[in-house]
């Protein structure tokens, strides 16, 4: 893996996640074999979600044909938007 990608633990930047402010080329970097155990998922899981039309899953970068990586605040992102909170119960 080149310098360029960060694994595992990286820190995001400050920066907001918003995609136009996201400075992708510093913001960390995960493999799909990185990513799959933090999102408790094979990672074969991760490649049927890419192949899935329309794909699936967090976004990703295609930077050759079997190289395939995840943006950090991309895949926050996408968990946040994955985020299910059930509505408060109603006062008795």
Same mark, same amino acid.
């Given at each position: ?38 999102? %408790? ?11 899935? %039309? ?39």
């Amino acid at each position: 893996m080149s310098a360029a990608f960060v694994g595992p633990g990286a820190e995001p930047s400050s920066h907001a996640t918003t995609p136009a402010s996201v400075d992708l080329l510093h913001s960390g970097w995960y493999t799909a074999e990185e990513l799959a155990p933090l999102l %408790k998922v094979d990672p074969s899981t991760l490649r049927r979600w890419r192949n899935s %039309k329309p794909p699936q899953g967090p976004p990703f970068v295609r930077l050759a044909n079997r190289t395939v990586v995840y943006s950090i605040p991309d895949t926050q992102a996408w968990l946040l938007s994955q985020r299910i909170v059930p509505a408060e119960p109603e006062a008795a």
